[in-house]
């Protein structure tokens, strides 16, 4: 019974419920689309970060990130190689041989960090090889291939075939040069990656910086992300002289965007709850003064203040459920085709976005939990904001309504 009145006194006036129920809509599918674009922009990012460079898990000397100097090497490699083939948490994994240097083309020169891989090993580790734009990877036939960011070669002046000069700093700490030729050009979502990193086989680069085998950074990538805390672990307790770290520890940035990413999802459906409040407020209130010589009524005949408080706030819940119902499936149905093509933030700046290294082109993600987290947070808005209107009725006093 209670519920068949709530329904009812809810269409009594159509027009204003229709109008809170559009706004209920409009809220939540603009909530929900923000906190998937958000969702997107870091899942983007976290992906490309991790299956590009960073990896889940990197060894270092225990300086060489603070001070990399050359002659900061990874001492026990082969001891750690064996170990990593062995375990089985370790899906793949690269050694590296990185320095910093100077980069001369005929116009200019430019720093750069060097980064020397191992082709095969660095091809099943990361999704590198797949930003390639122009020309070959680093298995050409030349001799010292080189792959520049397109950014980088705009800025020498220089394309696909052309030789550079890398300089740098050896282990005896003589400063030595090599002519490189470029075989390819890539791109990333990282504008300023692009203008300060080259790729060279390591090979090459030890040739020229030692003369022997040397590495500089092991990347790892496990079977699952929430194993990368245990391989580090494993790692430092059996290895001396080296320190391995987990991608949270190694980019401040990714640590901060998937910390703050989930505070600013918070603070944008705490806004939109709070208008829904006042909303819901406004709207049960004007419906209780409106009432008042019915409500009373049912008190003098016998309704409890108990079933009265019960039949104003289920109005206010099912009147919010209702709208909030349409918000999510009109959120649903925009995320599916969104999903598949994306938002293009091209016309709304998104060249600069690529100076902080986030795609053009986000693709919105929304979890079930995004659902389930907002249905909760409606209900509670809407039972919050009904307590005092409904708290106002039962301080009705039966008698005088009546003879009023």
């Known amino acids: 019974m209670l519920l068949s009145i709530s329904w009812r006194n809810i269409w009594r006036h159509p027009a204003r419920s229709g109008v809170l129920m559009m706004a209920i809509i409009a809220g939540l599918w603009a909530g929900i689309l923000v906190t998937a674009l958000t969702n997107g922009w870091i899942h983007q990012r976290f992906v490309n970060m991790i299956q590009e460079e960073i990896t889940h898990v990197q060894i ?33 994994w690269s050694a590296r041989t990185l320095t910093d240097g100077m980069i001369q083309s005929p116009l200019t020169t430019s720093g750069v960090q060097i980064r020397g891989v191992q082709i095969d090993r660095e091809r099943a580790t990361t999704t590198f090889h797949e930003n390639l734009t122009t020309g070959d990877y680093l298995d ?26 890398l300089t740098f700093q050896d282990l005896e700490n003589e ?11 890539f791109r ?8 300060r990193n080259v790729f060279v086989r390591s090979d090459d680069l030890q040739d020229l910086l030692a003369g022997e085998v040397v590495f500089h950074e092991i990347a790892i990538l496990v079977d699952r992300e929430e194993l ?11 290895f001396d002289q080296i320190i391995a770290e987990t991608w949270y520890e190694l980019s401040p940035e990714l640590r901060y965007i998937t910390d703050a990413g989930g505070n600013l999802i918070v603070y944008i459906m705490a806004v939109i709850l709070l208008a829904l409040a006042f909303g819901i407020l406004n709207t049960m209130l004007m419906a209780i ?42 959120a649903w149905l925009t995320l599916g085709y969104l999903g598949e093509k994306g938002i293009d933030m091209t016309s709304m700046g998104g060249d600069s976005m690529a100076e902080f290294g986030y795609d053009a082109v986000v693709y919105p993600i929304a979890y079930t ?23 106002k009725a039962l301080r009705l006093n039966p008698g005088e309504v009546v003879r009023e």
């Open 60 to 92: 270092h000397h225990p300086e060489f990130l603070t001070e990399r100097e050359p002659w900061m090497y990874i001492q026990n490699k082969d001891e750690i190689f064996r170990f990593l083939e062995r375990d089985e948490r370790v899906l793949s």
């Open 175 to 185: 400063i030595t040069s090599g002519s490189f030729t470029i075989t390819g050009l």
């Open 369 to 391: 939990n995004d659902y389930v987290t907002t249905i909760i947070l409606v209900v509670v808005t809407a039972l919050l904001a009904a307590i005092y209107p409904a708290i």
């Open 228 to 238: 990368s805390d245990s391989v580090r672990t494993d790692l430092n307790y059996q």
């Open 140 to 165: 050409s036939e030349l001799r010292n291939p080189v792959l520049l960011g397109e950014r980088l070669a705009d800025k020498l002046n220089v394309e696909v075939g052309n030789r550079i000069v």
């Open 188 to 195: 990333t979502a990282s504008n300023p990656y692009d203008e």
């Open 289 to 330: 003064f409106e009432r008042m010589r019915e409500l009373g009524m049912l008190l003098a005949i016998g309704m409890s203040k108990l079933r009265v408080f019960v039949m104003i706030m289920m109005e206010s819940v099912i009147l919010t459920m209702t709208g909030a119902g349409g918000g999510l499936l009109l």
